[in-house]
């Protein structure tokens, strides 16, 4: 599952995930390190998921900069491409990632 903060534009949104991908994308492994206290959210709730889900940064490792760099590419891709591809698909909320991520023009 991908979290993603929802008080903030599309955009915005849409860079979130995209940089979460780009950590699937490069196959990176979780460290473990939380570096901060987490809330209490209850005995029910996954330990592991929240540190992974609380853990904030300002992307000094390498590996968070290689993800940023990621979503930033594809959303730079599915911008251009937006541009210069006149289809439209169903949703038009989709329609910029959904160029830049079409096997015949986008960028993977």
């Keep these: 599952m991908i979290f993603y903060q929802k008080e903030t534009t599309r955009v915005h949104q849409d860079h979130i995930i995209l940089h979460e991908v780009g950590h699937i994308l490069a196959d990176h492994q979780d460290d473990g390190d939380v570096g ?3 809330p209490d959210l209850g005995p029910d709730f996954p330990h592991d998921l929240a540190t992974r ?9 390498g590996y968070e900069r290689e993800a940023e760099l990621v979503a930033t590419i594809i959303q730079e891709w599915a911008v251009v491409m937006d541009y210069v591809t006149p289809r439209t698909p169903e949703d038009p909320a989709l329609s910029a990632l959904h160029s830049a991520l ?4 986008g960028w993977l």
């Design 36 to 38: 901060e206290d987490l």
């Design 53 to 61: 889900g609380f853990r904030r940064t300002c992307y000094t490792e």
């Design 102 to 105: 079409s096997p015949r023009w």
